[in-house]
């Protein structure tokens, strides 16, 4: 007999991790106790990694409305906002972080696959990506291994599929010891004057449903509730949950799609992500008012031997589900053929809210559809949430107790090398960041990526940004910064933001202090999304990041990155983060203050890792980033960088390495020397200014009332500070450069 028609028990439930009072539920909306296959299927969609159970009344809290947005949240694979000239950009980024903990090649390089699948399952054309990974302690064995392995993964994915990689971030702290994170983003084009939105919505009873893509394997089963739980001792046995990619498939899959999409048989197509077949079946039929049946028999496999449950629980990648208009078949087989592709029929939608699953026509799993996805009935939960301990210890922290080091020379070179604020050209050379001639900041760096919009003047700025210990030190607002910050990347290289998308990366919800940083974090990213009038398009939560040996529990700093999308409207505003000529004058805007709380220096140099958040107001910095949009428009300044980790002096080098330049300043003799040069206050852009504008510019600083101050000017390569010779470019440009390949060299 087949177990997995035997009628189920709440121990069965908790095995497959739900709650009893959940096992309950599904028995009432079954109206019977539900077998192995039926309770595998909510044990999956309602996992927090499909359902956001534990998450969604603080989501549904985010702004989704703004100026150009096409598709909001939640509505389907991605966002959709319009960028102008009849163009639109769909994007977003997700985490693979539990895969990449484990295997880090594969759960890297199917991180990208599905972010891709995302966007060109809406009909939009991939055509950049950015990643945010973050490590442990950079030395050890552990983290060389995992960076290793997740940077070849996205190369070897990104490279193949023929999408650029243009830009993103890297973090070392050792709370991601054991588990790091994986963010991947990827941005698309679709034309809407002349291609079809796809959407990811089934209708028209008696359509045919197709799996279209890559056999079907064992790999990834289960995926979405292994990474609903923590990582143990023994998550190694976890191994078969993670997925196995094929780029070259994808590649196929893409045009495959792409010319499917011109022919327009779809009416809705959905990537098989998380929880495979289950998941496309019930949430395009959710979507769209309708059911399904499924012959999971004709779903072409890898292996002979695979059972039902296993083709409905696999993850296998490069696969999707599409529903086609019912007598156009022909013309859906012949596109797949062509690009010898595996394309098969399974199925059809029916004219009620039912899924039913057969195998070798035996009914094996029958349920409504929309009691199974977020936004219908699946649970929702207010969790318990509560300050923690050391949040208090934080704010108590004073600038007095830390004596300024007697050789500043000495620790500007010790934070230049350090690998949060080091080049990560051992990590981006293994990418292909020029595949499609798209990146415009290959020979022009820009504090966020910019992407050619051909045929237009416009370009596209994007960025990936989250600072985690500020975070950690403050929720709310680190949160702020965090969207603040990658404003300021769009805004100083020449854009204006439009719309974010986020991957909130934190620990167990269940523990009242994690779930204490999350709501405070998000109540942070809403004000500040609200700001700059930048909507949530969409994104991912990813909990459960911590690492559970026998001793403790270590959650992992709370993550929640942000990627964000600007619009340049016209290409001569694209202003690079360079120092571009010996003999220009260098501006600061913003206002410098006594400030070294959460910042690179204060951990690195002092070891003191309890210190609330560098100082920061939305206000400040909102009349900040309006200020630099007209001084950008009026085209007075020859480079703009924002001050982030490492402080001024940092942002400062960073501009002047870009530039094979120096640079001469004078600091500000009422703050702290260790302030002025490695503090991390927030709303500061270092600036250059060629002197036939500085008239202007100083006209049109003092318009506003905004914040600046005269540094000093660019040298030929020479760095002096207070009169005081600090050596030449080249040797901090070697620290800085060759840092990070030295740690992993050994």
Known sequence: MDHSLEATTVETAKELGLLPEEFDKIKEILGRTPNLNELSIYSVMWSEHCSYKNSIVWLKTLPKDGPHMLVKAGEENAGLVDIGDGLACAFKIESHNHPSALEPYQ??????????????????????????????????ERTKWLMKGVTKGIGDYGNSFGVPIVGGEVYFDPCYEQNPLVNAFSAGILNIEKDKMISANSGGPGNPVFIIGSYTGKDGIAGAAFASKDLTDASADDIPSVQVGDPFQEKKLLEATMELAQTGAIVGMQDMGAAGITCSTSEMSAAGGVGMEIHLDKVPTRQDDMQAWEILLSESQERMLAVIEKGREEEVLAIFEKWDLPCAQIGHV???????????????????????????????YYREHKEPAYFKQYQEFDINSITVPEDLQ????????????????????????????????????????VVNLKDTNRALAMTVDCNARYVHANPETGAMIAVAEAARNIVVSGGVPSAITNCLNFGNPYSPEVYWQFVNAIKGMGKACEKFQTPVTGGNVSFYNQTVSKDKTEPVFPTPTIGMIG????????????????????????????????????????????????????????????????????????????????????ALMESAMAGKLGFDITSDSAIRRDAYLFGESQSRVVVSVHPDHEDEFIDLMMLNGVEFDLLGHVTKGSIRIDDIDWGHVEDYRELYDNALGNIMAG
């Open 410 to 449: 000495a620790v500007a070179k010790q934070l230049i090398a350090h690998p949060n604020i080091a080049s990560k050209r051992f990590i981006y050379e293994q990418y292909d960041s020029m595949v499609g001639t798209v990146n415009m900041s290959t020979n022009k760096a820009t504090d966020a990526a």
């Open 350 to 380: 029916i004219d009620e809210d039912r899924l039913s699953y057969y195998w070798h026509g035996e009914l094996i799993a029958e349920t409504p559809a929309d009691p199974l996805v977020l936004g219908g009935g699946a649970p929702v």
């Open 567 to 650: 619009i340049i409207e016209d290409k001569k505003h694209i202003t690079p983060m360079n120092f571009s000529q010996k003999g220009d004058l260098i501006f600061m805007i913003g206002e410098n203050r006594n400030d070294i709380s959460s910042s690179q220096y204060l951990v690195e140099i002092h070891g003191v890792q309890e210190s609330s958040t560098p100082f920061f107001s939305l206000e400040e910095e909102y009349a900040q980033q309006e200020q630099i949009k007209m001084l950008i428009r009026k085209g007075v300044l020859s480079s703009a960088h924002d001050v982030s980790e490492g402080g001024l002096f940092v």
């Open 107 to 140: 759960g890297a390089a199917t991180g990208v696959g599905g972010i891709n699948r995302d966007i060109f399952t809406m009909g939009a054309r991939p055509i950049a990506q950015l990643n945010s990974l973050r490590f442990g302690k950079a030395d050890t």
